[in-house]
């Protein structure tokens, strides 16, 4: 079975410096690897998705990851954090059925 | 972009009635569909997945008489939480895979339960 580890519960950072939220899974075969952003009382919001190809993937409001398979990671990066960027980080990683795992989240607080 | 929409966004029931939540895809035709939960500062727990015309399969400890989920359209999914109770009390939450446009699950905005 697969599974979602987010080693980080709670990350603060300051307005304009730059973040980072790791993310490893398990899984016996190619992942298909996601990260969502979920504001207080929110649905999610899908940040950006990997299925094959250019490790390093693009996403939305300016955050990429990066999959490195020797690694079992697939690290959220943002250069220069927004205020509005303070919510709740998740990490899944997805079967051939697009069945999810999530990662236990992390909580992004910006800072002035 | 696709839209994934929920109702309720909230519903408050009494203990022992039933309560149904839909989730419909806006804009693209969703044969399969995914019922999650999420207890307060907790993870997604996938709960049953949702297969148009056909019967849902349940994740392990799901109760699927208690939890009813109905996939009666390319656009609709239901599910009903029976007899529910204080425990069931929860964030449930619906996605979508849009197999059109690159397998892309998309996933509403979430249906807030309380049961008293």
């Known amino acids: 079975a697969q599974s979602v580890t987010q080693p980080d519960i709670h990350i603060t950072v300051s307005e304009g410096a730059s973040l980072e939220l790791r993310c490893n899974y398990s899984?016996?075969?190619?992942?298909?690897l996601f990260w969502y952003v979920q504001s207080p009382g929110q649905g999610l919001q899908l940040l950006l998705k990997?299925?094959?190809?250019?490790?390093l993937v693009q996403g939305i409001k300016g955050f990429e990851a990066e999959f490195k398979r020797s690694q079992s990671s697939f690290n959220l990066r943002k250069p220069s954090v927004h205020w509005s960027d303070a919510a709740e980080y998740f990490c899944?990683?997805?079967?051939?059925?697009?069945?999810?795992?999530f990662g236990a989240g992390t909580t992004v607080t910006v800072r002035a | 972009g696709a839209v994934v929409s929920q109702h309720p966004s909230r519903v408050i029931c009494k203990s022992g009635t039933s309560v149904k939540i839909e989730c419909r895809s806006l804009?693209?035709?969703?044969?399969?569909m995914f019922w999650y939960r999420q207890f307060p500062k907790q993870s997604l727990m996938l709960m049953a997945t949702?297969?148009?015309?056909?019967?849902?399969?349940?994740e392990q400890g799901v109760e699927k008489d208690k939890f009813l989920i109905n996939h009666a359209s390319l656009t609709l999914s239901t599910l009903t939480v029976t007899s529910a109770h204080p425990e069931d009390s929860s964030f449930y939450i619906c996605?979508?895979?849009?197999?059109?446009?690159?397998?892309?699950?998309?996933f509403g905005e979430g249906s807030w339960l309380t049961v008293v």
């Open positions: 996605s979508a895979l849009d197999r059109i446009s690159g397998n892309t699950i998309y």
């Open positions: 899984y016996g075969a190619t992942p298909y």
């Open positions: 990997y299925f094959s190809g250019d490790t």
């Open positions: 899944a990683v997805g079967t051939n059925d697009y069945k999810l795992s």
């Open positions: 804009d693209f035709q969703a044969t399969t």
């Open positions: 949702s297969n148009e015309g056909s019967k849902a399969t349940y």
